[in-house]
Structures are given as C-alpha cells and as structure tokens.
C-alpha cells in the first residue's frame, strides 16, 4: 500500500499536500481568533502575523519532504532490484545448461582477453619504467638499409663532443663465467661505460653508482650486482659493497646492488662492469649499443642535426679504417626500440580473443532470445499485472547481469593463470613480462568487458522482451505468428557468429600453414644429427694463443674418442640462434657505385672440417684448409651458392678478389670454393649469400658441433663431462642438438598458432550451439506444421532436407561474409606468414568446407527429431 | 502576561515536538497549542519554526505523519513518534536534564 502510494507521488504531490496542512493550520488559528471576538479579516492577518515567515517555512518542509521522498524511492528501486535479482537467480537455476554455456564462454573470452590485454598493456602502452622516459633515445650508425652498433672511437668522440644530451652512455652484453671458487656458472654480464645508470635514472639500493673514475683505463674493475645475484649467488652477504667477486678469471670491486626492480633493458642480466675505454687504434669494431638521455630544452630534430655533424667531423679522423662515408648517426625512441614489434602479434592476438568474447556474447544473446520468446506468456502476464515496460526490462537485465557478473567471476581467475602462463613462456614476442599485472587500465579493461557484456546480451532480447505486447496473452502458447521477429533477430545473431568465426579459423588455418612451411624448410643440411655448443676461453687463464691451441685440441681429441661421435668441428656461428658476424665487401670486378653502402653478408668462420661434419657439398673450388687459417689476413674464403648467384649470376666465381671490411691497406680476398646453401639468417628468410672464413685455431670463442652417429641428445651429458674435466671453471652454454635449436627458434610461432587455433575452435563451437539453438527451437515451433506434412504423406527425407536447407542458409550467409572479411583481414598479418599466401585458397576452402561440416552436424540433430515426430500424438494435442 | 515570552534555547524545539507527541498522534496545531499551555506562555515557538521541526523530524525518521480526519471535519496530517523517535527522546531530555542541572549549578553560586 504504501509502497504504491510512493511510486504514484510525484514532487507536486508534495507541494501540494504541504499547502493544504499549512493552510488548515492558518484556518484552525483564524477560527479560533474569531470566536475569541476578533473580526475575521482581522483574525486572518493575526493568524498569519503569528505564524511567521510563510514563504521560508514552506520552503523548507518542501525541501525536507523531497528529500524524504528521494531516499524512500532509492531504497524502493534497491528492493527492486534485489527482487528482479532473486527471480532471475532462480530462473537461471532453472536453465542450467544454458546458463553453464553462457558463463563459461563468456568467461572464457573476458579472461583471455584480460590476460592478453595485460601483456600488450605491459608492453606497449605503458611508459617505460625509467625516469621521465620520454627523454630517452637509443642512438646507432645509420647505414641504411642497416642499423649498425657504435665504436669505442665513436662513443668517445661521441660523450666528449655532443651537448644534447644530459648523459651518455654505451653497452655490449657478455656471457661470463662466475666461479665461487668451487664451482663455475655462466651469468649474464652487461659492460656499460659509467654513465648507464644515470642515463636510466637508476640508483643502487646499497653502495654507490659507477663514477667516471671507475671507467678510466687501469682502474680497479669495478662491478654493480643485481639484487637477485646478490641473492642467489651470494646468498645476501651483508658486507657485500666493497667485496671482489670472479668474474672469467679476474676479479671485480662489487661497488654497489642494484634495486630489484630494474626496467626491460636490463632483463636477464646479472651483473653489470664499468667499461674501461682508451683511445682506440682503429675506428672499429663496432659492439656498443647507446643510450643517451636528452636534455629537457633540446627538441629531437636538433639533436639529430648535432649526432650528424659529429659524425661528419669525426670521417675524416678514421678514413683509413673506415671509409662508409654514406653512413651517419640517428636515434629513435628508446621505447619503439625496446617495443620491436609487438604490434602486429600482440594485435592478432588481442583480436583474436576479443572475438571469442564477442562471439560468446552473441551466442548469450542469441540464447537469451529464444529464452524471452518461450517465456512471452510470463512476461505479458507481469505487464498485464501493471509491470511497467521498464520493470520488465529492468528484470531482464537483472538476469544478464547475473550471467555477466557470473562471466566475470569465472574469467578473473582465467586471466590470471592467462597472466601466468604469458609471463612465464610470452617472453619469445612479449617484451617486458616481468611487469605485466592485473592493474589500472587492465582492471578498467575487466570492468569494461563485464558492463560490455551485460549490454551486447542484456539489451537485445531485453528490447525484445520488453516490446512485447499483453496480445500475447490471447495467443496460444504454441502459436508462432508472432514470433517470427524474434526468429529473424535469432538467425541474424547466428549468422553473425559464423561471420566472426570464420575469419578465426582462416587465421589459425594460415598460422598452422605457416608452422608446416618453416618446419619443412631444407636448413642445408642434415639437422637431426648434429649437437653442440658454446664455449669462451678468458685471457686470465688463457693467456697466449699456445694455451688456447692447447685447449681445442684437448677438447677435440676427448670428444672424438667419445662412443657415437662422427666428427667434431667449431666455428664462430651457430645455425639457427647464434650468427655472430655480417661484414661489408668491396668486389675487385665489380666496386660500389658511390652514394651507395658496400654489400653485406653473414660471415661465418669455421675449422676446415666444418664442411664435412655438416655435409655440405663443394660444388666448385676447394675448401679451406690448416693453412688458410694459419693466415694473418683473410686472404681465402669459401661462398656459397646464394652468394655466387647474388654477384656472379653469370660468370665465374672462383679467383674474384675482393677487399674486406673497408680495410684499405689489407691484400685482396680471393674466393677459392663455392659451397652448398645453410639458412644462417632464418628459416623464413631468403639466402643472401654467406662468406666462411678459416677460423683461427687459437680463437676465445667456439661453438663446438658434433656429429653423431646415433641419437645426438644422448651426448650432451657426456660433452658437459668432458668440458667439465678440462676446466672446471668453464661454463659450457646452450648445449642442444641443431633439432631443439630449430623448435626452440619456433616456439613463439608455435605458441602463437596454439592460442589462435584454440581461440578459433571455441568461436566455431559456439557457433555451432548457435545454430544448433536455433534449428532446435524452429523444429520445436513447428511440429504441428511437420506432424501435417508428415500425416498427409510427405517423406522423412523432405522433411529433413526441409530443417537442414533452413538452418544452412543461415550458416552459408555467416560463413560468406566471414570469408570476405578474413581476406581483407589477413593482409595484415603477412608479415607473420610463411610458405603460405594470405589469400590461400586451400585455407579458405577448407575453412569453408569445415564450417559447413559442423554446421551441417548441428543441423541434422534437430533434423532427425523433427523427422522422429509421430504425426498422430502431436496432431492429437492439438 | 508578566514577562515577554522566551526566545528558544537552540536545540530544543525538535525535543519539545517529539515531547508534546508521547501522548499520541497531533497535527501541527495541535502540538502549537499544547506546548503554549503546558508552558503557560513562558515559552515562545513560532509557528513557521514548528512545522519546519515537524518536517525535519519526518525525514529523519523521528515522526510519522499520515492524513486523517480533524475536529473541524477536514483533512489533518497527524505526526506520531516512530520507535527512533521514542528512543532519541529519551537521551535528549536525559541530555538536557544534565545540561540544566549544570547551568544551574553554575548560577546558583552567584
């Protein structure tokens, strides 16, 4: 009673009955004035004198009374609403399949969409977790097509001229081995010249920073030490400032600890050594990746214009070691550099588990739908009982609101694990996993999935439900005529969701085309049997090039005395993950037109027997023997194929000369072999000609391969055991066969084309829920229409075909749609696919035909109930 | 009348409606007469400042009011107390008991 008497009040309600109390108070006091002898007129002005200030008083109580009023209609629209919630509760009780279909699949995509969110939030749309980040830049040689690394010449001439920036500074990364005086382990070094931290905005957590005393050349080395090698290594030793630790053989001042959390540059690394740098004799090598932190007043362009002019006043310094005059200075963002690109993975996978959602939601509303329109006759009934349509829409989006909120709450911890399992295995495409969180925008992200969701599958069959009219309640609850709206809107959604299916498919279809492709790469040789690793000898121990000579001939006659060795060789690159050296050339027969850069081309130096360890064949020449590599100078190599064709598409190859490197004053390089083809620079790249020279056999640095005559893995034991018997001190790193290598380089591909292939067959089975839902309902509206047809003599196989063509009409228009979309979408991942056209006609086919398949099954379980009817009992209902 | 009426102490208007209403339901007018008998005069309430009170006290959830029949056959709004209503007039007069034993304490020594 009173809660009709609130909803009916309005404010002029209140106004007026406020007037009507004041003005029988007024008439009580004139009343009362009169009959004390006080003529009327008089009595009415007394009455009022006496009781003040009208206006205000009115005013007040209005005030008072609608403030009244708002607080009990809250609270009645908050009973409301815990009402529709309770009734909703229980109707989704009711509906368990449905209501298990909409929560997991909607889940589902929220969870995965926050998760991948989260890792591209992480990655690209965050700020990079260094002070005032906008200001840093990464600064290279630009010699375009190529980016090349900074000279010590080039960072001292550098730090010592340029005034755009607040601090320099320049970085190599080294694998290290660090021996507790028991036992060896490879760390991850950094060198940085001084400046690094403060160009980051980095500050130790214990100790001090590197000064520019500690970089001067004869310095006692000195080492800053992450917060988890402090840890882990040395088990958080108090005094540790000011301690020496063994680093390949020499010892550094530990001068300071780093704080734990450091940015994505400095991922992986355990221990960062002040470099020390003299004016060197040459200009090259080339080894330093710079960093520089822009001053706040100097715009980009600016600083652009000073990095040139260094450039060009430096040239002339070097000319005799370095004559690409063609090459300059540039920069970019520190960010773009550190981004790479992400963009395009991140994207497709973004958007690909943003469809699932999508297409959940969908299916939600298509099921919803049909959920309104067999519940038409309750609905009308509470409309009829005085239910306002907006009530009725309001309990309807009660109920999504519990299917979303339920969405939520099963995705989060989806998300979570999604979180997990990115960060543990997505560093292959994901810069910065370390700092993906569920945070700020990622949360915004869930909230804003979960308000999505309840829209996208609340509104429409809400509208839908809403609009019904109380005719309904006159119709027959089996009638259909005035449902052929809601079938219509039905079969749209279900079109809809194999529209945004089939592009999925197409995708994954292509991803996997393009895993088969790379997996079927001829890598130039024989892969299976071949394992390997890498090895650095230190000038501490191994002072001379005697005791390095000594030490590979140790090492070679051990592993070639191992059981199941075939041969064993070295080189200073390794297929697939390690190509260590591009150098530029000069051909005698065929010099640079000027303006343009020297050709440059992987550069591999390898022992004489690499050849034959890894069965390439000689197709013209000889091969390189003990004393090419006896050599001072590069006076031989041997190319390959690619090359030959490259630069001498027609004519002879053996007996070309050639200068090296820019060197004016070394002798021509002859080529001397021509050899088969090996993909140093990537399976899905195309060969652009490799040069071997002979390694040197007192070289620091070796990958050791071995051939094997049984299964390779099975030596990797026993090649640690022998590096370890030789010099316990020396870390043996990456250790696996040429197989492994080649799944490992994959497994970011592999990882990619798992998620989207999943992503694609949920989509394709919530489709096909979707159109089983919809040939379900149809057969069950029109069983009378079937049991006519059927009594009147009408076949099973007409009545079949009849259900199928309807439900496949709807697939068909979907799938063609969706077809037309994946083949403007998919141009934009070229850059990802291998082997495999964008358009490929045998991916969109099979997807097609695939689609059909599925839908057809789901077609036909509806089919066979309709044809199931017995015409007589469902005749007899009638 | 030997004295001008008082002005009222602030405060204790709310305490004197939920007061006057003990005895059972009133309307506005009511409640202005009852207190200017009961106080003989001494105390002088506006009329305008007893129905914002009265007001006041309903959104607040002291006093209900609802429309009935009056002596002169018209529509009144009676007020009466809600339990609240009961409740807060206790600790008020225990309150105001307190602070006029306390005043006069003070005044007594002059």
Known sequence: ?878 | MKHQPLPLVQGTLDLLVLRALVSGPMHGYGIAKLVQERTEGHLSIEDAALYQALHRLDRQGLVEAEWGPSENNRRARYYTLTAEGRRRLREDTANWRRYARAVEALLGEA
């Open chain 1, 1 to 878: 009673m009173k809660r009709f008497w609130y909803l009916r009040r309005g404010r002029n309600r209140v106004a007026t009955e406020l007037d009507e109390e004041l003005q029988h108070h007024l008439d009580l006091r004139t009343e009362e004035l009169v009959a004390g002898g006080m003529p009327p007129a008089d009595a009415r002005r007394e009455a009022e004198r006496q009781f003040g200030d009208l206006r205000a008083a009115r005013e007040y109580c209005r005030r008072q009374d609608n403030e009244k009023d708002d607080a009990v209609r809250r609270q009645l629209m908050f009973e409301d609403l815990i009402q529709d919630l309770r009734i909703g509760w229980r109707g989704l009780l009711r509906a368990p399949l449905m209501t298990m279909i909409i929560v997991g699949s909607v889940g589902l995509g929220i969870g995965a969409t926050t998760a991948i969110f989260a890792a591209v939030d992480a990655a690209y749309l965050r700020p990079l977790p260094y002070s005032n980040p906008d200001r840093l830049v990464r600064i290279y040689t630009d010699a375009p097509p190529n980016r090349f690394l900074f000279s010590v010449a080039d960072y001292l001439a550098f730090t010592e001229q340029q005034k755009s920036f607040e601090r320099v500074a320049g970085y190599t990364n080294r694998p290290m081995a660090y021996s507790d005086g028991q036992v060896a382990e490879r760390v991850d070094a950094r060198i940085v010249t001084w400046g690094y931290f403060g160009v980051l905005g980095i500050r130790p957590a214990m100790g001090r920073d590197f000064t520019e005393a500690d970089g001067r050349p004869g310095a006692q080395p000195a080492a800053l030490i992450t917060a988890s090698f402090w840890k882990e290594r040395l088990h958080e030793k108090p005094d540790v400032v000011g301690s020496r630790i063994r680093l390949d053989g020499a010892d550094y001042t530990v001068v300071g600890v780093l704080p734990a959390a450091l940015g994505p540059l400095e991922q992986g690394r355990a221990c960062f050594l002040s470099a020390q740098y003299a004016t060197p004799p040459r200009k090259g090598p080339f080894f330093l990746w710079m960093l520089g932190r822009l001053r706040p007043d100097v715009d980009r362009a600016a600083a652009i214009d000073e990095l040139r002019a260094i450039n060009r006043r430096m040239f002339p310094i070097w000319r005799s070691s370095y004559q690409d005059e063609r090459a300059t200075w540039g920069m970019l963002d520190l960010k773009t550099f550190v981004v790479g690109d992400v963009g395009t993975i991140g994207g497709l996978a973004l958007v690909a588990v943003g469809l699932v959602w999508l297409i959940a939601c969908v299916n939600a509303s298509s099921l919803l739908v049909a959920r309104v329109t067999s519940r038409r006759r309750e609905l009308a009934v509470r409309a009829a009982l005085g239910a306002s349509r907006g009530r009725v829409l309001r309990y309807l989006l009660a109920e999504s609101l519990l299917l979303a909120t339920g969405a939520t709450i099963a995705g989060i911890p989806l998300a979570l694990a999604g979180v997990r399992i990115v960060r543990a295995f997505g560093a292959a495409y994901f810069p910065r996993t370390a700092e993906i969180g569920v945070d700020g925008p990622v949360l915004w992200l869930l909230i804003g999935l979960t308000v999505g969701s309840v829209l996208l599958f609340g509104l429409v069959p809400a509208v839908h439900g809403g609009a019904e009219k109380a005719d309904a309640l006159r119709e027959s609850g089996r009638s259909s005529t005035a449902s052929s709206g809601v079938r219509r809107l039905r079969r749209v959604l279900v079109a809809g969701q194999f529209a945004i299916a089939t592009p999925l498919l197409v995708v994954a279809g292509l991803l996997l085309a393009t895993l088969s492709a790379l997996g079927h790469v001829d890598v130039g040789f024989d892969t299976h049997s071949i394992v390997g690793g890498g090895l650095s000898l230190p000038p501490a121990q191994y002072p001379d090039a005697g005791s390095l000579v000594t030490f590979w001939d140790r090492f070679r006659q051990r592993v070639e005395s191992l059981p199941g060795v075939a041969g064993v060789t070295f080189s200073d690159s390794r297929f697939p993950d390690s190509l260590n050296n591009f150098n530029n050339f000069e051909l005698e027969d065929a010099p640079t037109p000027p303006g343009k850069g020297q050709p440059v081309v992987p550069w591999v130096a390898v022992a004489p027997d690499y050849f034959k360890v890894f069965g390439l064949t000689l197709v013209e020449g000889r091969l390189l023997d003990e004393r090419d590599a006896a050599e001072q100078n590069v006076l031989s190599v041997v190319v390959d194929r690619a090359w030959a064709r490259r630069f001498f598409p027609n004519g002879r190859v053996i007996g070309r000369r050639m200068i090296e490197g820019g060197c004016t004053t070394c002798p021509h390089t002859t080529v001397v072999g021509v050899v088969s083809n090996v993909k140093y620079v990537g399976l899905d790249k195309p060969d652009q000609g490799t040069v071997y020279t002979a390694l040197s056999p007192a070289s620091r640095v070796s990958f050791i391969s071995v051939r094997t005559s049984g299964n390779p893995s099975a030596l990797i034991g026993p090649l640690r055991q022998v590096v370890r018997e030789l010099d316990p001190n020396r870390p043996f790193s990456t250790v696996a066969t040429v197989d492994d290598l080649i799944d490992t380089s994959l497994s970011g591909r592999r990882s990619l084309s798992v998620l989207v292939s999943a992503v694609a067959a949920v989509a394709l089975l919530l489709s096909a829920i979707g159109i089983y839902g919809v040939m379900a309902y149809y057969v069950q509206q029109h069983s009378k229409e079937i049991a006519i047809r059927m009594a009147l003599g009408g076949g099973r196989g007409d009545v079949f075909r009849l259900v199928v063509v309807q439900g496949m009409a709807v697939v068909t228009g979907g799938v063609a749609i969706g077809l037309i979309a994946s083949m403007a979408a998919t141009r934009a991942m070229a850059s990802l696919l291998f082997g495999v056209s964008a358009v490929d006609p045998a991916t969109l086919t099979g997807v097609a035909a695939m689609m059909t398949a599925v839908a057809l099954a789901a077609c036909a379980l509806p089919a066979r109930r309709a044809i199931a009817v017995e015409p007589a009992s469902v005749l007899r209902d009638e």
